[in-house]
Each structure stands twice: as structure tokens, then as C-alpha cells.
């Protein structure tokens, strides 16, 4: 079954001098203050649209690893997991960077660091991003 979530940017302003706010429709978890400045500069206290995706590509990681680390019957004591999305003005997102460190008992790290690249290559965020050119992987055990 499928299912949809929801964000909802209200903007005033132009891009430059202007501001947003986005909700977090779907979970309610809060409206959150974005700008150019805070996109392209310092963060300022506000998200981006690339930090949004961050945390989107993190998490859909971390379920996508989480599921293929228990069907390889190893499942994670625990999963951390950074995606560094890189934004460069005029060009657009250019490279996102995934770092998992993980606990799992019985498993080697090259068969750690496998299971990791089908994760991604599995994760719909990663399929969602696929045309960003630079998503790369660093996978150990911690």
C-alpha cells in the first residue's frame, strides 16, 4: 500500500532577501525557518532543502541497511549513519557522502561494507537522488 507524506513551504519574498517557513505536514514535528542565506552560507539556526534530504537519505539508509543486515541473519546491535549532501550555488546538489558505522555481531567487515553498497543501491532515497552524479559510501564496523 502506498503512502504519502507532506511538506508544506510558505514563502515571502524574493530569494535573496526573502524567507520561508516549512511544516512538517504528514508527522507535525514542527515548522522550521529557511533562506538563501542559511542554504548557501552558514546555517544560521534554519534548514535547507539539502539538509532535508540528509535526513531523509540517512534515515531511508539506515531501514534499507537495518533490513539487509537481519535477512543476511546479522542483524545491527546499532547503525549510525551521517549523509553529507553538498550544495554548490548555481550548480545544485554535486555529491552526497553516506558514513555508516555499525555494531553487528558475527559479521566480517568486507561483508559489512557489501551489505552497505546493496543498501544503498537498494534505499529509494538513493533511487530517488540517482541524478546526483557523486553518492559515495564509507562503511566500517565500529
Not at 20 to 41: C, F, H, M
Not at 53 to 81: D, Q, R, W, Y
Not at 97 to 116: H, M, P, Q, Y
Request: charged fraction near 20%; charge should be negative; hydrophobic fraction near 40%.
Amino acid at each position: 500500500m502506498a503512502t504519502t507524506r507532506t511538506a508544506t513551504t510558505v514563502w515571502e519574498g524574493t530569494l535573496f532577501e526573502g524567507a520561508g517557513k516549512v511544516t512538517l505536514d504528514s508527522s507535525g514535528l514542527g515548522t522550521y525557518d529557511v533562506s538563501w542565506p542559511s542554504r548557501a552560507e552558514d546555517a544560521n539556526g534554519k534548514t535547507s532543502p539539502e539538509e532535508l534530504i540528509a535526513a531523509a537519505h540517512s534515515s531511508c539508509f539506515s531501514m534499507a541497511f537495518s533490513n539487509g543486515l537481519a535477512k543476511n541473519e546479522t542483524p545491527a546491535t546499532s547503525l549510525t549513519v551521517s549523509a553529507d549532501v553538498e550544495f554548490t550555488p548555481g550548480t545544485g546538489i554535486t555529491a552526497i557522502k553516506l558514513t555508516v558505522r555499525g555494531v553487528v555481531d558475527g559479521l566480517d567487515n568486507d561483508t559489512f561494507v557489501e551489505l552497505a553498497q546493496a543498501a544503498k543501491e537498494g534505499c529509494p532515497v538513493s533511487q530517488a537522488l540517482a541524478g546526483v552524479k557523486n553518492i559515495t559510501l564509507d562503511a566500517a564496523l565500529a
